[in-house]
């Protein structure tokens, strides 16, 4: 791949995690599933049990069910991007969040910071997230009210 094509590829990669976040803070169920995940798609939480989620439309509905009652606001930033062939890529972005959640729950708001770790492939509809896994550094809960 020459240094033209691989920074498109990385442009392009930038703009699917931008979906992805862009996704799941406004609950648009349908972006991520066009745009961000396929059907390989996996995504590893180790500290919600250890969770795996495996194949885009598993992802989507664990998401809608673990944050459509939340508001939430995700950052991505510095991506450090490797091309590994003409349709793979890893990445890691560093990450920091805000989950709020309803007055009197036990827990109503979260502030987390560390890292996502993620492979992409090239389909014939672009580029998509194959596996990502989020590793926290820190997280500060709270009550709101």
């Known amino acids: 791949m020459d ?4 920074l498109a590829a990385i442009e392009a ?4 995690k931008a979906n992805y976040f862009l996704g799941v803070d406004t609950k648009d169920w349908d972006l991520l599933r066009r745009e961000v995940f ?6 590893d939480l180790p500290e919600y049990d250890d969770a795996s989620f495996v194949g885009g439309d598993a992802i989507v509905d664990f998401f809608r069910g673990a944050m459509s009652n939340w508001v939430t606001v995700h950052h991505g930033h510095m991506p450090i991007i490797e091309i590994t062939s003409d349709t793979t890529a890893t990445g890691i972005w560093a990450m920091e969040d805000r989950i709020y959640g309803s ?3 036990d827990i109503s708001s979260i502030h987390g910071f560390g890292h996502y770790h993620e492979t992409y ?9 194959g596996r990502f896994k989020l ?3 820190r997280v500060e809960t709270g009550r709101l009210f």
Do not use: D, T
């Open 13 to 16: 990669i930038k703009i699917v």
């Open 38 to 43: 396929c059907e390989q798609s996996r995504f």
């Open 121 to 129: 492939v090239k389909l014939a509809q672009g580029w998509r997230i």
């Open 3 to 6: 240094a033209v094509a691989r």
């Open 103 to 105: 007055p009197g729950e």
């Open 135 to 137: 590793e926290r550094l």
